[in-house]
């Protein structure tokens, strides 16, 4: 309620010379965008202020859903087993080298499949995504997720490299069908208050992933001598992860529906409103192309984040060349550098909610992603296992932290282009960047050590710090929100006509766009 001082019926109207009874009578909303005059005119009856009296959009009734929580609960399931499934042959690639009788590259490219497999397939799917919806492209990546577990359920044998391997890709389908999402489900479930958080909480479902993906494969597949118990060791972590995939599969259908009836921001009504007919594809994939400031962070986020995946893949030949026969102990490493950025995922998801600082979140958290890995870099070969731990959470927490920020910034710099098109081009550049930096790691890790490895990565750190520092933040849906609000509030104070010599309050629900005059 905002208490109005009281005003002469002349001074009030003064500034609207000519509109009376006709202009300014009371009306009901009965749908959005509608008004219609009550029956009746007492005096002491309620007034609602009519909205379309002057030139200005209308505001679209909003609402927020409880079914949110189980669908962001559900999916950061599904992206956890999709994870877990990329990193449980890389944390114990030495066991792996020794069962298949492969070399180190082979088995990194078991992990590095994922990124390979993202980058021809990201185009279509994001079409399919605009095209079909966020439903069917999640049911789709789940059931590729499903079918890639149960594939390696058969693979538990040294001659059967080939199919693990085709497991492996069919499980990295899936992964198209995840990374955009969490970005796309915040936007169009959660209202503008949340939606950080909900996208931090999207993702943290990945980095939960992979921190079981650290932890669990070297306790499930101890690195014993005899063959045959070294099969039955992985076939039985196969057939868990198998087992989760279905269930969660089921889960996905029962639980996921494509968008709520009503929208839960001002800004995702305005985008609904835009006529398909004026929606291309193709014509949006080049406007994010042509937009400088998102593409600057393309190129920046998947520095960050293809630094990531190398130092995740590689974990293992790291720890094992300084602290050999500790290949439990990487996997716990891994597991530190994880739940830190899980922790700080989530913070800074509430953070960017409360503050909508988003460049400046964004650079300071990556200059520290620089710094955490320099410390790392240094640190690594000092001989004590529990400042690797220190240093390691130190990383993780800023570097995965940094995950969600790029997503919800991009969002910000591209709205009203469909949050799954603008994350699928981050994540295509994560990719890309990660192929690259975990075949270069690994060479100069071969040739030079793992600090020449290390530094190799802090320089790709401190340039995409560099070009974050340079990115226009020009926050379009923030500003669409804050637009909607603005006109909400002045309508309000411009149409409402007080009474002579009467005071009344004013009563404003921005969210349904009805403005009330009480006396």
């Given at each position: 309620?905002?208490?109005?001082?009281?005003?002469?019926?002349?001074?009030?109207?003064?500034?609207?010379?000519?509109?009376?009874?006709?202009?300014?009578?009371?009306?009901?909303?009965?749908?959005?965008?509608?008004?219609?005059?009550?029956?009746?005119?007492?005096?002491?009856?309620?007034?609602?202020?009519?909205?379309?009296?002057?030139?200005?959009?209308?505001?679209?009734?909003?609402?927020?859903?409880?079914?949110?929580?189980?669908?962001?609960?559900?999916?950061?399931?599904?992206?956890?087993?999709?994870?877990?499934?990329?990193?449980?042959?890389?944390?114990?690639?030495?066991?792996?080298?020794?069962?298949?009788?492969?070399?180190?590259?082979?088995?990194?490219?078991?992990?590095?499949?994922?990124?390979?497999?993202?980058?021809?397939?990201?185009?279509?799917?994001?079409?399919?995504?605009?095209?079909?919806?966020?439903?069917?492209?999640?049911?789709?990546?789940?059931?590729?997720?499903?079918?890639?577990?149960?594939?390696?359920?058969?693979?538990?044998?040294?001659?059967?490299?080939?199919?693990?391997?085709?497991?492996?890709?069919?499980?990295?389908?899936?992964?198209?069908?995840?990374?955009?999402?969490?970005?796309?489900?915040?936007?169009?479930?959660?209202?503008?208050?949340?939606?950080?958080?909900?996208?931090?909480?999207?993702?943290?479902?990945?980095?939960?992933?992979?921190?079981?993906?650290?932890?669990?494969?070297?306790?499930?597949?101890?690195?014993?001598?005899?063959?045959?118990?070294?099969?039955?060791?992985?076939?039985?972590?196969?057939?868990?992860?198998?087992?989760?995939?279905?269930?969660?599969?089921?889960?996905?259908?029962?639980?996921?529906?494509?968008?709520?009836?009503?929208?839960?921001?001002?800004?995702?009504?305005?985008?609904?409103?835009?006529?398909?007919?004026?929606?291309?594809?193709?014509?949006?994939?080049?406007?994010?192309?042509?937009?400088?400031?998102?593409?600057?962070?393309?190129?920046?986020?998947?520095?960050?984040?293809?630094?990531?995946?190398?130092?995740?893949?590689?974990?293992?030949?790291?720890?094992?060349?300084?602290?050999?026969?500790?290949?439990?102990?990487?996997?716990?490493?891994?597991?530190?550098?994880?739940?830190?950025?899980?922790?700080?995922?989530?913070?800074?998801?509430?953070?960017?909610?409360?503050t909508k600082t988003y460049k400046q979140t964004t650079l300071a958290v990556y200059l520290l992603s620089l710094i955490g890995m320099l410390v790392y870099a240094f640190t690594l070969n000092l001989g004590h296992l529990w400042v690797v731990f220190v240093t390691s959470g130190l990383l993780g927490f800023f570097m995965t932290g940094y995950l969600p920020l790029g997503f919800e910034f991009a969002v910000e710099l591209t709205y009203p282009e469909s949050e799954g098109t603008s994350s699928g081009l981050l994540n295509c550049s994560a990719q890309i960047f990660g192929i690259i930096f975990t075949i270069s790691q690994g060479k100069i890790i071969d040739r030079w050590g793992t600090f020449a490895g290390n530094i190799f990565l802090c320089i790709f750190l401190l340039i995409g710090t560099?070009?974050?520092?340079?990115?226009?933040?020009?926050?379009?849906?923030?500003?669409?929100?804050?637009?909607?609000?603005?006109?909400?509030?002045?309508?309000?104070?411009?149409?409402?006509?007080?009474?002579?010599?009467?005071?009344?309050?004013?009563?404003?629900?921005?969210?349904?766009?009805?403005?009330?005059?009480?006396?």
């Open positions: 309620m905002i208490p109005q001082d009281e005003h002469s019926h002349d001074e009030w109207i003064g500034g609207f010379d000519g509109a009376r009874d006709n202009d300014f009578s009371p009306k009901r909303r009965t749908s959005l965008g509608e008004y219609h005059r009550p029956l009746g005119d007492s005096s002491e009856s309620l007034e609602t202020c009519d909205l379309d009296t002057i030139q200005l959009f209308p505001l679209f009734e909003t609402k927020l859903y409880k079914r949110r929580w189980l669908m962001l609960l559900v999916f950061s399931a599904y992206s956890m087993s999709n994870a877990f499934m990329w990193l449980q042959y890389g944390i114990i690639s030495d066991i792996f080298v020794r069962f298949y009788g492969v070399d180190t590259l082979a088995i990194d490219w078991l992990s590095m499949i994922y990124f390979l497999a993202y980058v021809p397939l990201i185009l279509p799917v994001m079409w399919l995504l605009d095209v079909r919806g966020m439903r069917d492209v999640v049911v789709v990546g789940s059931a590729f997720n499903c079918i890639g577990a149960w594939i390696k359920t058969s693979t538990a044998d040294p001659a059967m490299f080939a199919m693990t391997f085709l497991g492996q890709f069919v499980c990295s389908v899936a992964t198209v069908h995840i990374l955009g999402i969490p970005s796309r489900l915040a936007s169009l479930w959660f209202g503008p208050q949340e939606v950080s958080t909900a996208c931090a909480i999207g993702v943290l479902g990945n980095q939960l992933g992979i921190a079981i993906g650290f932890l669990l494969p070297p306790i499930l597949v101890p690195n014993v001598d005899d063959m045959d118990e070294l099969a039955h060791h992985i076939r039985i972590m196969f057939y868990i992860s198998a087992g989760v995939a279905t269930l969660i599969f089921v889960l996905v259908i029962i639980v996921f529906q494509e968008k709520p009836e009503i929208p839960p921001t001002q800004a995702q009504a305005q985008a609904r409103n835009i006529p398909s007919n004026e929606y291309s594809y193709t014509a949006s994939i080049l406007r994010l192309l042509r937009n400088k400031p998102f593409m600057l962070l393309v190129v920046s986020y998947g520095l960050n984040v293809g630094c990531f995946y190398a130092v995740s893949t590689l974990l293992n030949r790291m720890i094992i060349e300084h602290y050999p026969g500790e290949e439990v102990n990487a996997g716990r490493i891994g597991l530190t550098i994880v739940v830190a950025g899980m922790v700080g995922s989530l913070l800074c998801g509430i953070w960017l909610d409360k560099g070009m974050t520092a340079l990115i226009k933040s020009d926050l379009r849906r923030q500003n669409a929100n804050q637009l909607a609000e603005t006109r909400a509030v002045s309508v309000s104070t411009s149409v409402c006509v007080l009474r002579k010599s009467q005071r009344w309050d004013l009563d404003i629900s921005v969210e349904k766009g009805l403005v009330k005059c009480r006396p």
